[in-house]
């Protein structure tokens, strides 16, 4: 039974120890995407192929306990090839739906800026509502839903920008980074000892124990100063003079709920400052849209994100212990 805090956090570095047997010198990361999942949000990871965002996606769906479905984005990709469609029987002489990989519980999205816009957008409907609308007819996916999408940089070929308003639908954006040299060495050495490719990843979890997880975090508590704080962040996005457009309020919920799971992951009931802080470049990061002269500028968001958070005053939280 997963009823307290101690459970939800026993259970979270279980799972993140099982999926560093497969990514090595990413802890950091992994407890990031872990937030995610707490927090009922979708996941973007945007980095350069090669660097295991595939096996991290597979990794955490079976430590997880979840069905699994990958859908690799190619330019001839079509919206039914995601939802699915009705096709015609002729032993039945009826229509019959033949699901497409949605109906699963983490989705991974491989190069999702690979397809077109119109292919992109039909993980919309699904990612806000949990639910997919084919001829009319609504049906609801099973829960817990999770996108976990991949894209290479935009300086890539044959890439297409995705759409605000599916950018908006993440909860998270992260980058996954190369390995440094002494976690590279781990990589080899773990890869010849075990004398194949696949890494065995054990079930730490199921569908339902991750929906009571969710339910634990709801219960964090957090001071009015606090979300307080989290308004006057994504507000000063808005009224930065280099940035276009600013954070949507679904940034200050990110926020709050990013913060609420990463209070559980260190074992805590109440939120502070450094949960929120720590979350801010991931969650509001790709929800930006900067001044024209700014696009070309690597590191132009954090640089931007990072001053705001040097700028607006951090609230002092008295912790009773």
Request: charged share 25%.
């Given at each position: 039974m997963i009823n307290s805090i101690?459970?939800?956090?026993?259970?979270?570095?279980?799972?993140?120890?099982?999926?560093?047997?497969?990514?090595?010198?990413?802890?950091?990361?992994?407890?990031?995407?872990?937030?995610?999942?707490l927090a009922g949000g979708h996941i973007l990871l945007e980095d350069f192929p090669g660097l295991?965002?595939?096996?991290?996606?597979?990794?955490?769906?079976?430590?997880?306990?979840?069905?699994?479905?990958?859908?690799?984005?190619?330019?001839?990709?079509?919206?039914?090839?995601?939802?699915?469609?009705?096709?015609?029987?002729?032993?039945?002489?009826?229509?019959?739906?033949?699901?497409?990989?949605?109906?699963?519980?983490?989705?991974?999205?491989?190069?999702?800026?690979?397809?077109?816009?119109?292919?992109?957008?039909?993980?919309l409907e699904a990612m806000q509502e949990v639910q997919v609308t084919l001829e009319g007819e609504t049906m609801k996916l099973t829960e817990p839903f999770i996108v976990l999408a991949t894209q290479n940089p935009i300086e890539y070929e044959g890439t297409f920008p995705l759409p605000e308003a599916q950018l908006d639908r993440f909860l998270i954006k992260l980058a996954v980074g190369y390995p440094g040299l002494e976690d590279e060495q781990e990589i080899l050495r773990r890869r010849r000892?075990?004398?194949?490719?696949?890494?065995?990843?054990?079930?730490?979890?199921d569908a339902e124990s991750l929906m009571k997880m969710r339910q634990v975090v709801e219960r964090i508590f957090v001071e009015p100063d606090l979300e307080n704080y989290i308004a006057?962040?994504?507000?000063?996005?808005?009224?930065?003079?280099?940035?276009?457009?600013?954070?949507?309020?679904r940034g200050s919920l990110a926020l709050l709920k990013l913060s609420r799971a990463q209070a559980v992951l260190e074992g805590r009931d109440y939120v502070l400052p450094d949960d929120i802080k720590s979350f801010v470049s991931p969650a509001l990061g790709h929800r930006?849209?900067?001044?024209?002269?700014?696009?070309?500028?690597?590191?132009?968001v954090e640089e931007i994100l990072q001053n705001i958070l040097e700028t607006v005053p951090v609230p002092v939280i008295r912790v009773i212990k």
């Open positions: 101690s459970d939800v956090y026993n259970q979270c570095h279980a799972v993140i120890a099982e999926v560093e047997k497969a990514i090595i010198g990413k802890k950091t990361l992994i407890a990031q995407i872990l937030a995610a999942c295991g965002k595939t096996i991290l996606a597979k990794s955490l769906a079976s430590a997880l306990g979840l069905e699994f479905k990958r859908i690799q984005f190619t330019p001839d990709l079509l919206p039914g090839d995601i939802t699915g469609s009705y096709i015609y029987d002729r032993s039945t002489n009826e229509f019959v739906l033949r699901r497409g990989p949605v109906f699963s519980q983490i989705i991974l999205a491989d190069e999702i800026n690979r397809a077109s816009p119109k292919t992109q957008s039909a993980l000892e075990r004398l194949q490719d696949q890494v065995e990843i054990h079930q730490v979890l006057r962040l994504v507000h000063a996005t808005r009224g930065d003079k280099r940035i276009a457009v600013g954070s949507s309020p930006l849209i900067l001044e024209p002269e700014f696009w070309m500028r690597r590191k132009a």
